[in-house]
């Protein structure tokens, strides 16, 4: 299936010619559980800060799952994987900033185990 290949808050503006419009799509193909996974750990970095934060992921998890008829499971594990590549993309580019993704792939495998 073709995506968006980084869908976050920050790529969804209001439109006039549609009610929702993505922007900046990377135009990738692969499983649509991705797409979610991206927008599950943004923005960043503030999300992590939030104190309600597991409340905050496990109703996107939810709205995600009902609305799209996604399994919870797969989006807790495309989440842990798209977090972990992040971190590995954040390690090459920078050299710093992979701590986020592999904190919320902790988290992602805390809201799992529960």
Request: proline fraction near 4%.
């Amino acid at each position: 299936m073709l995506l968006h290949g980084d869908f976050h808050h920050t790529h969804i503006l209001s439109s006039k010619r549609d009610e929702w419009l993505a922007i900046d799509p990377r135009g990738i193909t692969g499983c649509p559980v991705y797409d979610v996974a991206t927008f599950l750990n943004n923005p960043r970095p503030s999300l992590l800060k939030k104190p309600n934060i597991k409340q905050i992921i496990k109703k996107r998890i939810e709205i995600f799952s009902k609305e799209f008829d996604m399994d919870k499971k797969e989006i807790i594990e495309w989440g842990i994987t798209q977090s972990m590549l992040s971190a590995i993309w954040s390690l090459e580019d920078h050299g710093r900033g992979w701590e986020y993704g592999i904190n919320f792939a902790e988290l992602l495998f805390e809201i799992e185990l529960e």
